[in-house]
């Protein structure tokens, strides 16, 4: 359940949750939350849906230096439409949108993928992310974050998100780079990463989980992320069961008592009317 992303020279794209931290951190657009929500269903199917919030106001700064000019909306938009034109031929690919909408003078994008196979849904976010390298330059990490689905012999399911916290090189350890990094992290304080797994059952989970026991959560601070931070968990899991017992199985004991019932009943000789 540990395999981590593949290495930043081996050109495999990276899946959202990395790239939305490296672009607060490339570029310092004022990221306020992200949030990342993935679905099992009970059919097998899933979703992941994943929302970056940014000021109106910063958008037009998240040009990059001495770069094509272009801001980070359309940014986004470029790249994502140009993957969903090879994400969207894979038969399992349901749904593929990129939603935006302002609301209280802040920004969201919405990145929203549904598959017929829950269990392919970590393969599709590789594909759906941009590449780090081609946004952050040197920022990007050795290696990307990996979400993996997998199915186990009781049939339960297992999500796995490893985040892979990038440990700082020699060259970071400088005066001008902590000096970058210290300003880093003060733009993403108290902005944060929320992962949230949803399913019918969680069994278990290393997040917190719902009362319910269909929820589990994490809320992890941009900052913390973006530095590399021991305190923040490298490894996101959760084991859900697919399928809860249905009503009719429930339904069962109480019918066998009735049928039981039905049996004394007849079988009981009516008593002869006294004269």
Known sequence: MRDGGSGAGDGRIRATSQFVVLVCVGFLAGCLDVSEDITVNPDGSGKLGVDIVVPEGLLAMGSRPGGS???????LRNEFETRKKEIGKDPAVTRLELREFTEAGLHHFIYEVEVKDVLRLGDIVKGLAPEPQRLAGD???AKGPDLKVDKLDNGNIVVTLSLNVPVPSAAETNAPAKMAQALAQAALAGKYLTVKI???RIVSSTGNVDKELKTTEWKIGLADL?????SVPTLLRAEIQPRRGSAAILL????GIAVVLAI???RRKPKAAVR
């Open 226 to 230: 973006a530095s590399g931070s021991p």
């Open 139 to 141: 920022r990007a990490p």
């Open 264 to 266: 004394v009943l007849l």
């Open 198 to 200: 949803h399913g019918p």
């Open 252 to 255: 069962i004991p109480i019918l």
């Open 69 to 75: 000019g272009e801001t980070l909306p359309q940014r």
